[in-house]
């Protein structure tokens, strides 16, 4: 049985940081590249960051650069992110995701961590 299980959501002042995790099972974890999500209500869902089944690639939306960093531990099958000098603009319900990088492409969502930034 898959499981994606986001952890770490929770209420932070403007300025402050947070990280989440992302504990996975059920799939073969280093043949997947994994993702973070986000969706603000009345919002379409956007990519936040992404990482390569290595770790050796990453790449970031604008919005976050330079503040969110993505990273995984394959040894644990668990992806994060660290959000630093969050904005309320960040808000939002955070997703994990991954997607099978060689194979049938097989994509799994977990249930999403909420995150609020409010002084």
């Known amino acids: 049985q898959v499981q994606l299980v986001e952890s770490g959501g929770d209420l932070v002042q403007p300025g402050g940081s947070l990280r989440l995790s992302c504990a996975t099972s059920?799939?073969?974890?280093?043949?997947?590249?994994m993702s973070w999500h986000r969706q603000a209500p009345g919002k379409e869902r956007e990519l936040v960051a992404a990482?390569?089944?290595?770790?050796?690639?990453?790449n970031y939306a604008d919005s976050v650069k330079g503040r969110f960093t993505i990273s995984r531990d394959n040894a644990k099958n668990t992806v994060y992110l660290q959000m630093n000098s969050l904005k309320p603009e960040d808000t939002a319900t955070y997703y994990c995701?991954?997607?099978?990088?060689?194979?049938?492409?097989?994509?799994?969502w977990g249930q999403g961590t909420q995150v609020t930034v409010s002084s």
């Open positions: 995701n991954a997607q099978q990088v060689v194979g049938v492409g097989a994509n799994y």
């Open positions: 059920g799939f073969t974890f280093s043949s997947y590249a």
């Open positions: 990482i390569s089944t290595t770790g050796g690639s990453t």
